[in-house]
């Protein structure tokens, strides 16, 4: 996938509503493979919302959501799954771990099916972002920050054209914060993904090419 597009996109919700201060709803805007973009928000403004939109979640939108050309709206749930499997990689808000496993049992639940990394480098990842010593801790035990972290690497074990990540920092140090925008800024160097963050406050730092206000 090379292009995400969206034209005349906005929440059915905000439909009767002018959104006159958005550079998304309502508009034509494209993200493409290999840039990254920051999209600023303030709360309430649709961002989840836009997220869940791109990932297929959720429908209840008025315009046209088009990947390469084609209108998402005509996707089978078969399509939708080969691109969740090779196209798009989502980092939750809520970030949807399982707390009763480990850090690392949540990482290898999605490495076990993409086969994407091995695992000298998802130790590497742990080391890095300051939580090796929680490799076998139950992630309901664990910091939200640190369960961003856990979050984060095991959306790095997905195979993606697109990273997309709602509020990915919102609990983290900005040291932390730091390191995952360089490792994002690698990954956009090693494998050219495009990457979409979503922030309402903290933001991850990285050389954006594009910062969008919603």
């Known amino acids: ?15 009767d509503k002018e959104q006159t201060g958005s550079d998304v709803w ?28 791109i990932y297929g979640y ?10 390469d050309g084609r209108d998402v709206r005509m996707f089978s749930g078969r399509d939708w799954t080969v691109i969740r499997q090779k196209n798009i990689g989502m980092m939750f808000q809520e970030l949807r ?3 009763e ?19 000298d480098k998802i130790k590497t990842w742990f080391c890095s972002l300051g ?39 919102s609990h983290l140090d900005d040291e932390n914060g730091g390191i995952m925008g360089r490792m994002l800024e690698q ?4 494998r050219g993904v495009g990457v979409i963050v979503t922030s309402i406050g903290r933001r991850l730092e990285m050389n954006y090419n594009t910062k969008i206000k919603l």
């Open 101 to 119: 496993l480990t850090s690392i049992e949540n990482v290898m639940l999605k490495n076990n099916l993409t086969q994407f990394r091995d695992l």
């Open 187 to 190: 990954e956009m160097s090693e």
């Open 58 to 67: 959720r429908k209840d939108y008025e315009g046209t959501l088009s990947f």
């Open 26 to 53: 309502n508009k034509k805007i494209i993200f493409e493979k290999g840039k990254s973009y920051l999209i600023e928000a303030a709360s309430g403004t649709g961002k989840s919302s836009l997220c869940s939109f």
């Open 97 to 99: 771990l399982f707390p």
């Open 131 to 169: 939580i090796e010593d929680k490799w076998s801790e139950p992630v309901g035990k664990m910091s939200f920050g640190q369960q961003q972290r856990v979050a984060f690497m095991r959306m790095l074990c997905q195979p993606a054209d697109f990273l997309i990540m709602d509020e990915p920092v």
């Open 1 to 15: 996938m090379e292009r995400i597009e969206l034209d005349g996109v906005i929440p059915k919700v905000f439909s």
